[in-house]
């Protein structure tokens, strides 16, 4: 299959690599010149385990190319991706469709023979409908079907994710469309993967879904810890008690400091909106955003209760910044709001991370950044654990206590047991512990 995929960011260019490496001949598009620039020698805009070496060789072996232009590409292509951003529009919390929107637009003058637009990028239902009017539109000649197909990748683990997919989700309103989306994950289709053909708003519907399930099971159990730190139980033993049976699962049941990251803060405010548009309102996701929202800065507080109520003049080493392990991404990152609020409450901060420092530094411009955990530690008062880096999980305890002011950890992830640390001279407080 000849595929284009438009917009070159974490969505696109992880799903145009995999699909190369199926075997299908792919062109990455994006406006972004010197993006493009950087991917034709070879680098990454982004950090995602494995993408740069399957890039690499999918270039090499002539499956993988990078255009700004899409004009050429689309006229010679099967099926045409959209995969652009759709970031949270300013003010309203509705998803922003310009981008998606202008490369409808795009797409339709470039058209030759029959072709199927997939939007990959979440968009709100109904999306798919506009987008095919755009395109009819500026194009009244053009021979085209408009598909949906979501993607259920977790940043850090895309690559596995897109080749070992739970299941495959294809939204349809023209049979025509079938053939060719089938063809296009036949690979995934020989391994197993169920693909699931449904309607084109029910398929941008069960993205949103699936997401705001998720946002919300994680926020039930961020509830249960609270409540198990008042009744003097174990979070992790609840979650490994109820995970167990099937009907729940085990998965996305970990406490800790809210959920954050590019996906869910922007898509479960967007479909509350969309429900409220509808007259349909979701009370239980628009709970799980507000329980979310204070969240982050209760942790703040977590950590100033550790101290004995006073942070001012005292230094705090925080551990990992990044919204989860495995990526650079930082955005509506727990970290940035627990930080906002302890440098509000006067505390000076060092912090370490292994792979958003860079990203991290203009966000939160105010602190010290260290070259290593131990650095970080050195004369804090306390060590709040925010992201739970493998390179966090067996951190010398005893070198960080005769370097610090006080052994206080506060592990906001769960990653230590309390009698290791207490063992070491710690002070511990964790997640959902009750004593
Ligand atoms: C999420 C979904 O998991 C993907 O299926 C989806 O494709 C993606 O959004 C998207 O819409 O593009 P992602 O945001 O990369 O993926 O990361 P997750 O692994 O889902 O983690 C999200 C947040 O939840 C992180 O802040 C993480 O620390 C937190 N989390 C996750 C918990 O606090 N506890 C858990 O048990 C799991």
Redesign the pocket.
């Known amino acids: 299959m000849r595929i284009v995929m438009i917009g070159s960011g974490?969505?696109g260019l992880v799903s145009g690599a995999c699909l190369a490496d199926f075997g299908h001949d792919v062109v990455c598009v994006d406006k972004d010149a010197a993006k493009i620039e950087k991917l034709r020698g070879g680098g990454i805009p982004i950090y995602e385990p494995g993408l740069e070496q399957l890039v690499a060789s999918n270039v090499a072996a002539g499956r993988l190319s990078f255009e700004t232009d899409l004009s050429a590409p689309v006229a010679g292509a099967d099926v045409v991706f959209i995969g652009v951003g759709t970031p949270a529009r300013r003010g309203d919390g509705h998803a922003d469709l310009s981008y998606v929107h202008a490369a409808a637009k795009e797409i339709a003058q470039a058209l030759s023979g029959f072709t199927v637009i997939v939007t990959k990028s979440?968009v709100p239902v109904g999306t798919g409908d506009e987008v095919e009017r755009i395109v009819r539109e500026a194009n009244p000649d053009a021979d085209f079907a408009v598909a949906s197909n979501?993607?259920?990748?977790?940043?850090?683990?895309?690559i596995e994710?897109f080749k070992r997919p739970d299941r495959i989700v294809v939204g349809i309103e023209d049979e025509r469309a079938r053939a060719p989306m089938e063809a296009v994950y036949r690979p995934l289709y020989l391994n197993r993967s169920p693909i699931l053909f449904t309607s084109r708003r029910t398929s941008e519907l069960i993205?949103y879904a699936?997401?705001a399930f998720?946002?919300m099971?994680?926020t039930f159990?961020?509830e249960i810890a609270d409540l198990c730190e008042k009744v003097g139980a174990d979070v992790q033993d609840v979650s490994r008690g109820i995970g167990l049976d099937n009907r729940i699962g085990p998965?996305?049941?970990?406490?800790?400091?809210?959920?954050?990251?590019?996906?869910?803060p922007k898509?479960t405010s967007a479909l509350a909106k969309t429900a409220q548009d509808f007259e349909s309102p979701l009370r239980l996701i628009e709970a799980t955003i507000a329980i979310n929202d204070t969240r982050k800065r209760a942790m703040a507080r977590k950590v100033i209760a550790a101290l004995d109520g006073d942070v001012r003049g005292k230094r705090i080493a925080v551990l990992g910044l990044t919204?989860?392990p495995n990526?650079d991404?930082m955005r509506?990152?727990?970290s940035l709001s627990i930080v906002q609020a302890l440098t509000d409450a006067g505390a000076r901060i060092s912090a370490y991370d292994p792979e958003g420092m860079e990203l991290a530094k203009p966000m939160l411009p105010d602190i010290d950044y260290a070259a290593s955990p131990y650095a970080a530690a050195e004369g804090a008062a306390a060590l709040v654990i925010v992201?739970?880096w493998d390179a966090f999980r067996a951190l010398d305890l005893k070198r960080l206590k005769a370097s610090m002011a006080s052994p206080v950890l506060v592990d906001l992830?769960n990653v230590y047991r309390e009698e290791e640390t207490e063992a070491a001279g710690f002070r511990h407080v964790g997640i959902g512990r009750g004593t």
């Open positions: 974490y969505v979440t979501p993607e259920f990748l977790r940043e850090g683990a895309a994710d993205k699936a997401n998720l946002a099971k994680i159990i961020n998965k996305f049941l970990h406490a800790g400091p809210g959920y954050g990251g590019s996906c869910f898509d919204f989860k990526t991404d509506e990152a727990p992201t739970e992830r």
